[in-house]
């Protein structure tokens, strides 16, 4: 199948489950972004991670890299890109009725990988599972690399917490969402609908 076609089928996916949503009474909230602003939010994480290696040098000191840590920290990174979208979908299977099956990936733009599900859920697991990549992969080995004074774990941390901008947008995005909502992944676009019962 195309890519296009692929796309297509996604599209008229969500067409139907909306439809069907607002025959159950639902009021469907788009809440989707340009490309452009969940590339700008990283400006948004930026002063933080600047903060967050301050702090660590206050600490530990400052250090420069071995070429060998070097060459491990791009290897490391590329796994932790990838592990990114996987705990989405493990966390996302953990709340979706049909598991597994509900769980996309793919890749978009310039060798973007993502991770869609294919199930409305409940906004506080929706939440969950859009900030986890930041708690597991970020903040905890920015707290472990504070802790032992690691520069690797500190420079992967931080690369993990730049690398989840776009889940904070999405986080802020659903900010004034109701306890009761329901929020499905937009399979073509950045961002979600929000479905709310009248």
């Given at each position: 199948?195309?890519?296009?076609?692929?796309?297509?089928?996604h599209?008229?996916?969500?067409?139907?489950?909306?439809?069907?949503?607002?025959?159950?009474?639902?009021?469907?909230?788009?809440?989707?972004?340009?490309?452009?602003?969940?590339?700008?939010?990283?400006?948004?994480?930026?002063?933080i991670?600047?903060?967050?290696?301050?702090?660590?040098?206050?600490?530990?000191?400052?250090?420069?890299?071995?070429?060998?840590?070097?060459?491990?920290?791009?290897?490391?990174?590329?796994?932790?890109?990838?592990?990114?979208?996987?705990?989405?979908?493990?966390v996302?299977?953990?709340?979706?009725?049909?598991?597994?099956?509900?769980?996309?990936f793919?890749?978009?733009?310039?060798?973007?990988?993502?991770?869609?599900?294919?199930?409305?859920?409940?906004?506080?697991?929706?939440?969950?599972?859009?900030?986890?990549?930041?708690?597991?992969?970020?903040?905890?080995?920015?707290?472990?690399?504070?802790?032992?004074?690691?520069?690797?774990?500190?420079?992967?941390?931080?690369?993990?917490?730049?690398?989840?901008?776009?889940?904070?947008?999405?986080?802020?995005?659903?900010?004034?969402?109701?306890?009761?909502?329901?929020?499905?992944?937009?399979?073509?676009?950045?961002?979600?609908?929000?479905?709310?019962?009248?």
């Amino acid at each position: 199948m195309k890519k296009s076609e692929l796309k297509q089928l996604h599209i008229n996916e969500m067409n139907e489950l909306t439809k069907y949503m607002e025959e159950q009474g639902y009021t469907v909230i788009n809440r989707t972004t340009s490309e452009l602003k969940a590339n700008l939010s990283v400006l948004f994480t930026l002063p933080i991670v600047i903060y967050l290696r301050l702090l660590y040098t206050k600490l530990w000191g400052w250090a420069s890299f071995t070429q060998t840590e070097i060459i491990i920290i791009v290897f490391t990174l590329i796994i932790l890109f990838l592990a990114h979208e996987f705990i989405h979908a493990i966390v996302s299977a953990l709340y979706c009725i049909n598991k597994w099956r509900s769980i996309k990936f793919g890749i978009s733009g310039f060798i973007s990988p993502y991770c869609h599900c294919s199930e409305p859920l409940n906004i506080t697991h929706y939440r969950l599972i859009v900030i986890a990549p930041l708690i597991i992969l970020g903040i905890i080995p920015y707290l472990l690399s504070l802790l032992i004074g690691n520069l690797i774990i500190l420079f992967c941390s931080l690369h993990m917490i730049l690398c989840a901008s776009g889940d904070l947008l999405i986080i802020w995005l659903l900010r004034k969402g109701k306890k009761d909502a329901l929020v499905y992944d937009h399979p073509t676009a950045i961002g979600c609908l929000i479905f709310i019962k009248d």
